[in-house]
């Protein structure tokens, strides 16, 4: 017998028929699309079990298929009885309806390959979960393979079987026969089933209280498939071919057993000689040790042993089973009242599920996710109901990944999303999915949310509801990272506002406001500015709240790093309308001080900008300017280098012109320089400074080596160098007293001497008279010396440059002097400065040796004081000359090719000088 089942065992695991050769041909495949072999159950793993789904509905079920290749060894006869076998248990099965029995979706149909029937979603069978893969594909699927019962499913399981072999032995007077885990059918939801009534018993006499059952003697000639597991019988089934319902609770004792020790039985029977195994079994049975017993929980270990029990009468029925201490566990409670739910009314479902989210975390998530999850999305079909059932569908989707997400709860929660009937249920449903906005945003695509969850959002805010739009408001903060940036600004943004605008409700308008402050740093600059602060500005309220929100949503905007306001925006919008919000009658104190606060911050910022802006800008013109200058510096060194000597003097009357470093001040008698004037020219002046300080020239530097012996001065050569210099001036065309008889250059070097003497130099005067017209070189005579001869200066040139870049540029190179003496005639003999002076001049006493003369004589020029040369220059101080200041005089007097020509003759004091200085300045 034992090798009989073994090479049947052998043949099942081997045949690896394909599955639409197995099915093809049967009429279950008309209705049904079988899927990929998923599991084995029923007498023997005989069972092959598929998935499928109904074609009508897309409805999943499991499509158990015998094949009928694995009994082709059999004689006709044999086949015949194994066929009938599970033919009876597929009916038995059909007939008999139980939550713990499987339910049969499609009655057993028959094809010349195959048996097959359709049952509710199958995951397993509790052999397969135990570790008996016979009939099993290869290879072994993973979720089979690494299955793990936890202790609540176990407990749960265990009842489950109980209460069906309570209906069974109670209800229908039947006893099951062969109680084997391989005729334990696990479902999708984890919930334990009984199938394979191919041994079951009916009482004979069902209507009287005591049934009878009259079982067959057991016949070892049988195929296995025609016989029960003798492993797991009652020994008086064997031994005294009787059998009742403590013939199944024996039944139990064993799979209990299995289910603690790996799916190994108490007993291994010798299926050879089975009423000598029985017997033995009965002997050990009757003195049963606690060791045999060890893996079995403690607390249900005393109820096993009983079931054990050879004495029938002493074992447990399946009822009081049910009430045992060990099912009284919280998960298996939990469960089981789920099982029971189509049994309450909507009052005690809602109490039950305002109570699971305190046991949910404390069972496995597998058994939350595929036993309870189910039974409470179900519930959505009852609208009453969804507001209590609802938040622990969400705790769970906490609790899953995203893919059991979207693929177990989402297609459940869409149809919730757009529930909206009756009327005072969606109310409930909006503030439960709000609490949750951030799960959903995190957990659902895109595509979902943009049709799904965020037009849910949308009509909160649009809600009749105050307290809806209030949580609403408060909510979408929590989540706004999670919208994507087009939703927000064409959607969500603009119905915020219409709830601002349109609500008539203080609460709703305040958190409007504070609801677009917090979003504010999810939104682009120019938006806050173009949409949102404008918006500020149509708010009719006056509230201090509402004033408050308004003055928080500016600062927010104007302090953040991101955002910020534009100093022309300040100016003229966000300023302008804070200044009339600030001394609204509504505001108290602090409110003001509040708003004062941001206003100074706002015009401080405002100004700093500016400033800087400013200061930019006028940097930026001063180095224009600064360039420009440079390219007429540039183009008046070409200008100089190819001009004619006729035209190298030009007057420009009237004007003020900047000249390389020196500044020309030129202006006719008739018209004096108002204050306003004189600024002005002081301000160019010192721009002048600048600007030479920016960019210094850098002259050759000639050091005069002083002479042993005493030297005159070519004065014509001075004279020349001198004229060449003033070239690049510019001197005024009217006539200008100043000069002496012979007329003089008033060129702004009167203080040099030597333009005092030329007013007394016949000679020299005479050639110039005679050689050129003065007007028209820009040396024009004038009438008596306001001076006393003396050429009249509005400042003291700086020849230093000039004659740098003239004189010193080419120092080996001999002055032409062939214009000079064209232009004075026959060449004379040339006269000596001691000789000019005593000439010019004669004094009746004592002359004291000329500073002037000495520069240039065998002495080094001494250290000269200007107050002390103006004094003796017969008493003509600095200050009488607006025009004359010290840092000019010391210039002129210091500079190496200034020409010396002092006088003391010229400049004698008198009355008529003094009176024309007064008439002059005032």
């Known amino acids: 017998m034992e090798s009989m089942l073994n090479k049947l065992k052998s043949t099942v695991t081997k045949v690896t028929a394909d599955v639409t050769s197995a099915v093809m041909g049967n009429p279950v495949t008309r209705e049904f699309e079988v899927g990929r072999h998923i599991a084995s159950g029923g007498p023997g793993l005989s069972w092959r079990i598929y998935n499928g789904t109904k074609k009508s509905t897309k409805q999943e079920v499991a499509v158990f298929v015998f094949d009928k290749k694995i009994i082709d060894k059999y004689q006709k006869f044999d086949k015949d009885q194994i066929i009938d076998s599970l033919k009876k248990g597929v009916q038995q099965l059909t007939r008999l309806r139980h939550p713990r029995l499987l339910t049969v979706q499609h009655p057993l149909e028959e094809s010349r390959d195959c048996l097959a029937f359709c049952t509710e979603p199958v995951f397993a069978s509790l052999a397969n979960v135990l570790g008996q893969w016979d009939n099993l594909p290869s290879p072994v699927p993973t979720d089979i393979k690494e299955y793990k019962l936890y202790d609540v499913e176990t407990k749960y399981g265990l009842l489950q079987v109980s209460e069906g072999l309570s209906f069974l032995h109670s209800g229908v007077k039947m006893v099951h026969g062969n109680l084997t885990p391989e005729n334990i059918i696990l479902n999708k939801s984890g919930a334990w089933k009984i199938m394979g009534f191919d041994f079951s018993i009916s009482s004979g006499n069902p209507s009287e209280q005591e049934p009878k059952y009259t079982c067959k003697e057991w016949d070892p000639n049988l195929p296995p498939l025609c016989l029960p597991n003798p492993e797991y019988l009652a020994p008086e089934y064997i031994l005294s071919v009787s059998c009742d319902s403590a013939s199944d609770m024996y039944s139990l004792g064993v799979v209990m057993h299995a289910v603690f020790n790996e799916g190994k039985p108490i007993f291994q029977v010798n299926k050879q000689d089975i009423f000598k195994s029985f017997s033995r079994q009965l002997d050990q049975l009757s003195r049963l040790s606690p060791a045999a017993l060890t893996q079995i929980p403690e607390d249900v270990r005393d109820h096993v042993k009983m079931l054990l029990s050879v004495t029938p009468t002493v074992r447990p029925d399946a009822d009081q089973m049910t009430k045992i201490p060990f099912f009284d566990d919280m998960g298996a409670v939990t469960l089981q009242y789920f099982d029971s739910l189509f049994q309450r009314d909507n009052l005690q479902k809602s109490q039950f599920y305002k109570g699971l989210p305190k046991v949910l975390p404390k069972l496995p998530k597998r058994v939350v996710v595929f036993r309870i999850l189910p039974a409470l999305t179900s519930e959505f079909v009852n609208p009453d109901m969804v507001p209590f059932v609802l938040p622990n569908v969400l705790l769970i989707a906490e609790e899953c990944t995203k893919d059991e997400y979207q693929r177990l709860i989402l297609p459940e929660l869409i149809p919730v999303f757009k ?504």
């Open 419 to 922: 529930q909206q009937e009756p009327v005072q249920v969606p109310l409930p449903i909006l503030l439960i999915f709000l609490q949750k906005m951030d799960l959903l945003l995190t957990k659902t695509p895109a595509e979902d949310i943009k049709n799904s969850v965020l037009p849910m959002v949308y009509r909160a805010l649009e809600a009749p509801s105050i307290q809806i739009q209030e949580l609403c408001l408060n909510i979408i903060p929590t989540f706004a990272n999670l919208i994507d940036y087009p939703s927000m600004k064409n959607s969500l943004i603009p119905r915020v506002k219409t709830a601002c605008l349109q609500t008539s409700s203080l609460a709703v308008r305040v958190n409007s406001l504070v609801c677009l402050g917090k979003i504010l740093e999810y939104l682009d600059k120019w938006f806050v500015i173009d949409e949102i602060l404008p918006f500020l500005q149509q708010i009719p309220s006056r509230e201090p709240a509402v004033l408050m929100g308004i003055l928080g949503i500016y600062k927010c905007t104007f302090t953040h790093k991101k955002l910020g306001i534009p100093k022309e925006h300040l100016a003229g919008k966000s300023l302008p309308h804070l200044v009339s919000l600030s001394i609204d009658n509504n505001l108290n104190l602090n409110q003001f001080n509040s708003f004062m606060a941001v206003i100074r911050d706002m015009l401080s910022r405002m100004e700093a900008e500016h400033k800087t802006k400013l200061e930019q800008l006028h940097i930026m013109q001063e180095q224009q300017r600064s360039l420009n200058i440079s390219n007429q510096l540039n183009q008046s060194e070409e200008t100089k280098s190819t001009s004619s000597p006729g035209n190298e003097v030009k007057s420009i009357p009237g004007q003020l012109r900047v000249e390389s470093e020196t500044v020309l001040c030129v202006f006719s008698p008739q018209v004096s320089l108002t204050m306003e004037e004189k600024q002005r020219l002081a301000r160019e002046q010192e721009q002048a400074a600048k600007l030479r300080s920016q960019q210094p020239l850098a002259p050759q530097t000639v050091k005069l080596t002083p002479n042993t012996t005493t030297q005159t001065k070519d004065l014509t050569s001075s004279l020349m160098t001198n004229m060449t210099s003033l070239s690049n001036l510019s001197l005024s065309s009217g006539p200008r007293p100043g000069l002496g008889q012979g007329g003089a250059v008033s060129a702004g070097f009167a203080s040099g001497p030597l333009m005092g003497s030329m007013g007394s130099m016949g000679t020299v005067s005479n050639g110039f008279n005679s050689g050129m017209n003065l007007a028209s070189a820009g040396i024009r005579p004038s009438g008596p010396g306001v001076y006393g001869g003396m050429a009249t200066t509005t400042s003291t040139p700086n020849f230093t440059s000039l004659t740098q870049n003239q004189g010193l540029s080419q120092p080996n190179k001999a002055s032409d002097m062939s214009t000079l003496d064209s232009l004075f005639g026959p060449q004379k003999p040339k006269v000596s400065l001691n000789q000019m002076v005593s000439k010019s001049a004669p004094v009746t006493g004592p002359v004291a040796p000329s500073p002037w003369v000495n520069q240039f004589g065998a002495q080094p020029a001494p250290q000269v004081n200007p107050m002390a040369m103006a004094g003796a220059s017969g008493g003509f101080g600095m200050q009488a000359n607006p025009f004359f200041s010290p840092q000019n005089f010391s210039q002129s007097i210091t500079t190496p090719m200034a020409t010396p020509a002092a006088n003391t003759g010229v400049l004698r004091q008198s009355a008529s000088v003094n009176n024309d200085l007064k008439d002059l300045f005032g």
